[in-house]
């Protein structure tokens, strides 16, 4: 853009010259000239103004481009799934604790949850919300833990009852995570849960991404 100013100074310079065919006075050389000056003010402020203009107008399209990718980057990183342990029947009690596999995929968009494993490996680092609910019969205890990379988050604990037939509860968190971060539910040693398509779940999702 500089260019183009010294270029239109250069021809308007010129133009000036060209008229002087070498026997016109000097006074009437400077009369000339300045006639000339106020419009070449005019078009340098109006080609300033124009600069200017669109500077503001290239910074406008960075911060929609930004704003564009910020809102694509958002849809890649969109981590949901649900699960439940599948199968139709008691699973433990174990002698020590075990790690439940929850195999009855229901959602898992980003494929973050493995049903191999039954471990939530964190795609991305963020705000994450789980939840976990069970069913059990009353004969044996149930203790299920929600574990980050081998430390209990939290617990839902039920007694061995001889009057109750069948027990239910869960619990949730959120939970701040860094990417790698894995996430997964122990079943307690000498406990059990029953294992159903619908009825013993483990759910989660991302929050908001960092």
Known sequence: MNFTILLSVSLCTRLLFAQDDGNTPETEKNIETQSCFPDMCNFLKEFGAMKEKLGAMETTLKESAKQILELKNKERTTVIFSAATGGNGAIGPFSTATTLIYRTVKT?????????????????????????????????????????????????????????????????????????????????????????NDITTFSGFLVSHV
């Open 108 to 196: 898992n968009i980003g494929n973050a949850y493995s049903p191999f494993t039954g471990i939530f490996a964190a795609p991305v680092t963020g705000t994450y919300y789980f939840t976990f609910f069970y069913h059990a019969g009353g004969a044996h205890p149930v203790s299920l833990t929600l574990t980050k990379n081998d430390q209990v988050v939290v617990t839902t604990y039920d007694h061995r009852t001889s009057h109750d037939g069948a027990d239910n509860g869960g619990n949730a968190v959120f939970l701040q995570l860094q990417q790698g971060d894995q996430v997964y539910v122990r079943l307690g040693a000498n406990t059990n849960v029953w294992g159903n």
